[in-house]
Structure formats: structure tokens, C-alpha cells
């Protein structure tokens, strides 16, 4: 099985829907807690859908339970809190959620997409690791 992942910061819509057209993603999940700022530019959801379906052919879906809760958000953003933290209380959260019960069909060939431009110190990479770690043969690529 293959596990895509992008972030749309830093990148012109041009770049970001090519990426993905060209990565054979069969579908895109929304991971992020919010997806209808006015900051996502066109990574908002209805735009995000209408562009996913009409360039790159693909479903989009939100899936918020692969998401941080705000107050984790808030925690690691807004008061800079430090990054091992922030990944040790997601990954708690994770496995309380029991996320791994997520319908693998669901997942197969998706790209998790969230905000962060690298997947360095962002939980869409987290969620794919998390994911390889319960299911076995996953092969993420990082678009």
C-alpha cells in the first residue's frame, strides 16, 4: 500500500496540484482540524474539492479524526511549545482513537494533506507512521 503526504504552505497551486496529479494518489485526506480558513487560500475545502475533482480527477475527503485537537494546536503554535511534546501527546492521541480501525480501503493510495510545507515537525507524517507501525507494508511517499 502506498500513503502520500503534502502540505500546501509555501507552494503555488500550480505546483501543489501537479504534484499530486503526478503521484498517483487515487484520493486526498484532509487531516487538518480546520479546513475552511480563509488563510488555506486554495487549500480551503470547497475549493480544494472543486480543484481536486476538476484538475487532478480525485475525491477529497475530511477526515478529522486523523487531526490534533486545537488544544494541541494551540499549545504547539500559539505558545511555541516544543515539538517533542506536541508529537508524544498526538501520538497518544492517536492510539486512544484507535485510528488504526480506520478502513484501510479508505486510506489506500490517499495523500494526507495538512498545512505544514515539510513533513519534518508536521502530524501527516506522524499519522502515516503511526499507520505503517499498526499495519505492517506501508510505503510512504512525502510529496
Excluded at 502506498?2 to 497551486?13: M, Q, Y
Excluded at 475530511?62 to 490534533?68: G, K, N
Excluded at 508529537?87 to 478502513?103: P, T
Excluded at 501527516?124 to 507494508?137: C, H, I, M, P, Q
Aim: hydrophobic share 35%; glycine share 4%.
Amino acid at each position: 500500500m502506498k500513503l502520500f503526504t503534502i502540505g500546501f504552505t509555501k507552494s503555488s497551486a500550480e505546483n501543489f496540484f501537479s504534484r499530486i496529479r503526478n503521484s498517483g494518489a487515487k484520493k486526498l485526506l484532509d487531516v487538518r482540524l480546520n479546513n475552511i480558513s480563509q488563510l488555506a487560500g486554495f487549500a480551503k475545502r470547497d475549493d480544494l474539492q472543486y480543484f481536486l475533482r476538476e484538475i487532478c480527477h480525485i475525491p477529497y475527503q475530511h477526515e478529522p479524526r486523523l487531526a490534533p485537537t486545537q488544544q494541541m494546536l494551540d499549545e504547539y503554535k500559539k505558545k511555541r511549545g516544543a515539538w517533542e511534546d506536541y508529537e508524544k501527546r498526538f501520538l497518544g492521541s492517536m492510539a486512544e482513537r484507535h485510528i488504526e480501525e480506520i478502513d484501510k480501503a479508505a486510506v489506500e493510495d490517499a495523500c494526507l494533506l495538512c498545512s505544514e510545507d515539510k513533513p519534518h515537525h508536521c502530524h501527516r507524517r506522524l499519522v502515516a507512521e503511526y499507520l505503517r507501525e499498526k499495519w505492517g507494508d506501508i510505503e510512504i511517499v512525502h510529496l
